[in-house]
């Protein structure tokens, strides 16, 4: 009887020592989940605040078919007096950019800017997740300064996987500009502050995303009104809109 009450006794213990177990166990689980309740609505009200604060998407033109554009003082390729211009909103980092420059613009140059009927304006637009298209842009406009515009860009494209400062002075030397003048020009704010200009007025007509392309016909002055069209498209596309223009009268 006596090992009988033992054996109850001990059972019973070992029972409230469980139960007390279970329920502090249980109490680590409740406030855990509390925390990380506290933290989940923590980080939506972050999520939230960051939403109202951040800048406005842009908006696709209301009429994608009548955009008024600023050539600016931006490189132009071509015949200052063509009748149709292309003004083109791109990236050095981006891949459709860089896809773009390498399949789709030498035939608009070949058919088009060659023969005097397109002249060609390419402004920047570097997107903010391409860390190097901001200093790849100033560089090209250093190099433009010295009379190697479209060069530069040729190189950028083809460095687009390498862009770096070296690969910059590796252009300025092989290149002959001076390399002073060139490195002094990069370090220029109002080289940057130019190429934010034309981010900004991209964002201002539309522009969503790079590449990005306004095609109309040419006025006097420093304005066109033009069809919007987004993204790496192909030849035809360009064609079909150029042929449109250079056939109105």
Same mark, same amino acid.
């Given at each position: 009887?006596?090992?009988?009450?033992?054996?109850?006794?001990?059972?019973?213990? $070992?029972?409230?020592?469980?139960? /007390?177990?279970?329920?502090?166990?249980?109490?680590?689980? =409740?406030?855990?989940?509390?925390?990380?309740?506290? =933290?989940?609505?923590?980080?939506?009200?972050?999520?939230?605040? +960051?939403?109202?604060?951040?800048?406005?998407?842009?908006? /696709?033109?209301?009429?994608?078919?009548?955009?008024?554009?600023?050539?600016?003082?931006?490189?132009?390729?071509?015949?200052?007096?063509?009748?149709?211009?292309?003004?083109?909103?791109?990236?050095?980092?981006?891949?459709?950019?860089?896809?773009?420059?390498? #399949?789709?613009?030498? #035939?608009?140059? &070949?058919?088009?800017?060659?023969?005097? =009927?397109?002249?060609?304006?390419?402004?920047?637009?570097?997107?903010?997740?391409?860390?190097?298209?901001?200093? +790849?842009?100033?560089? +090209?406009?250093?190099? $433009?300064? #010295?009379?190697?515009?479209?060069?530069? *860009?040729?190189?950028?494209? #083809?460095?687009? /996987?390498?862009?770096?400062?070296?690969?910059?002075?590796? %252009?300025? &030397?092989?290149?002959?500009?001076?390399?002073? &003048? %060139? @490195?002094?020009?990069?370090?220029?704010?109002?080289?940057?502050?130019?190429?934010? =200009?034309?981010?900004?007025?991209?964002? *201002?007509?539309?522009?969503?995303?790079?590449?990005?392309? %306004?095609?109309?016909?040419? @006025?006097?002055?420093?304005?066109?009104?033009?069809?919007?069209?987004? $993204?790496?498209?192909?030849? *035809?596309?360009?064609?079909?809109?150029?042929?449109?223009?250079?056939?109105?009268?």
């Amino acid at each position: 009887m006596k090992i009988l009450l033992s054996v109850i006794i001990v059972l019973a213990v $070992g029972s409230i020592a469980i139960n /007390a177990w279970i329920l502090n166990e249980v109490s680590k689980v =409740k406030t855990a989940v509390e925390q990380q309740d506290k =933290k989940f609505t923590e980080l939506g009200t972050k999520i939230a605040e +960051a939403v109202k604060s951040a800048p406005a998407r842009p908006t /696709a033109p209301s009429d994608p078919k009548n955009v008024k554009v600023s050539i600016d003082d931006d490189p132009i390729k071509g015949d200052l007096k063509a009748p149709v211009t292309i003004v083109e909103f791109s990236d050095y980092e981006c891949p459709f950019c860089k896809r773009n420059h390498d #399949q789709v613009f030498p #035939q608009i140059k &070949k058919d088009y800017i060659d023969t005097g =009927k397109v002249r060609y304006v390419f402004r920047d637009y570097p997107l903010g997740f391409h860390k190097k298209a901001v200093p +790849a842009a100033v560089a +090209a406009n250093c190099a $433009g300064e #010295q009379g190697k515009y479209w060069e530069i *860009n040729d190189f950028l494209f #083809q460095s687009r /996987a390498n862009l770096a400062d070296e690969k910059y002075t590796e %252009f300025a &030397k092989t290149n002959g500009l001076d390399l002073a &003048k %060139f @490195e002094a020009c990069r370090k220029d704010i109002k080289q940057q502050e130019e190429v934010n =200009k034309d981010f900004e007025d991209g964002k *201002n007509y539309g522009v969503r995303g790079t590449p990005s392309f %306004f095609i109309g016909k040419t @006025e006097n002055g420093k304005e066109m009104t033009g069809v919007y069209v987004r $993204g790496a498209r192909p030849y *035809n596309t360009f064609k079909t809109e150029i042929d449109k223009l250079l056939a109105e009268k």
